[in-house]
């Protein structure tokens, strides 16, 4: 797998229900942290790690994903007329001239492995990225995750997965791992399971929204059957990739992650980011002085 990364898949076709009325009308991508949605920070991520094809995997109700992503020409024909250079600097910027994004649906949300398996046709045969957009990873100015993996997977020639530890008592909101450690920040997976209960977990490392994958898993996720949860799982082809003597392994990545599927992840990612805005944070820490 030493070919570099270049096509990157977004599965945003859930249902989104933990923000639910907002997810009503808007796409879970789309919440903001601050004044960018979440699948900005996601992309910018990806281009970061050399990616230039980008896969949104939607539904009928994610329009507004493309919308953003597109050319918005009244918007831009009125802050050029205006000389908003900055403004139209960053409503251009949304997505680099040099990246090209895909759509693709997801009739329905039959799970992750399935939404990740309907962008086989756009990947071809070489290692690609998966990326869910609810977790928000920052490392500030040093190297995204998946820069960080797309490069050690390039190295290893392996497939490589995002894990982090997480408390004992948390492992049934995860897919686990069972590794042996190679070095301080990867180890080689020797067996997954998705969400076991804390006595059935064979650690407590949990893989996180960040994998780079090779194109065999399209094969094994043919083959998956549904899973835990009703749906077809993506940890359930990566343990048929195990299986099959596929390398694979666990990194635990530079960076803090935040879990922006659920609502305290998401204010905790906007307290944070506000934090890095020398406008914002003095009011930040006015606001929790106040509490
Ligand atoms: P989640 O488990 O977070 O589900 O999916 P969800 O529907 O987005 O949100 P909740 O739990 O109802 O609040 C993990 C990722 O997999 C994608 C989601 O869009 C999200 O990025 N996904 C999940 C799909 O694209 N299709 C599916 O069928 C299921």
């Known amino acids: 797998m030493s070919q570099p990364l270049r096509k990157v898949v977004f599965p945003v076709a859930g249902?989104?229900?933990?923000?639910?009325?907002?997810?009503?009308?808007?796409?879970k991508e789309m919440l903001p942290v601050l004044d960018r949605p979440l699948i900005q920070y996601a992309v910018d991520e990806a281009v970061e790690a050399g990616a230039d094809t980008l896969i949104f995997v939607t539904n009928r109700y994610k329009h507004a994903i493309a919308d953003y992503f597109d050319k918005a020409y009244e918007l831009e024909a009125k802050l050029l007329q205006k000389g908003k250079n900055a403004l139209l600097a960053m409503v251009r910027g949304t997505l680099p001239g040099h990246v090209r994004a895909i759509f693709v649906t997801q009739p329905e949300a039959l799970g992750l492995g399935h939404a990740v398996l309907c962008a086989k046709p756009v990947i071809g045969d070489a290692p690609f990225g998966i990326m869910l957009p609810d977790d928000l990873i920052w490392n500030g100015s040093g190297k995204g995750a998946l820069r960080q993996m797309a490069e050690?997977?390039?190295?290893?020639?392996?497939?490589?997965?995002?894990?982090?530890?997480?408390?004992?008592?948390?492992t049934e909101k995860y897919g686990i791992v069972d590794a042996?450690?190679?070095?301080?920040?990867?180890?080689?997976?020797?067996?997954?399971?998705?969400?076991?209960?804390?006595a059935d977990a064979p650690s407590n490392l949990a893989v996180v929204g960040r994998y780079v994958l090779p194109p065999r898993i399209f094969d094994l996720l043919e083959h998956t059957t549904t899973g835990a949860g009703g749906e077809i799982q993506l940890t359930d082809a990566i343990e048929a990739l195990l299986k099959e003597q596929g390398k694979v392994l666990a990194y635990r990545f530079e960076g803090t992650r935040f879990d922006c599927?659920?609502?305290?992840?998401?204010?905790?990612?906007t307290i944070h980011?506000?934090?890095q805005d020398p406008a914002l944070a003095p009011v930040v820490r006015e606001i929790a002085a106040t509490l």
């Open 273 to 275: 980011m506000a934090m």
């Open 180 to 198: 042996t450690p190679i070095d301080e920040r990867s180890a080689r997976i020797r067996h997954m399971v998705e969400k076991p209960k804390p």
């Open 152 to 170: 050690l997977g390039a190295r290893e020639d392996a497939g490589v997965i995002a894990v982090e530890e997480v408390p004992h008592e948390q």
């Open 261 to 269: 599927g659920n609502k305290a992840g998401l204010v905790r990612a």
């Open 15 to 27: 249902l989104g229900t933990r923000f639910l009325p907002a997810t009503k009308a808007v796409a």
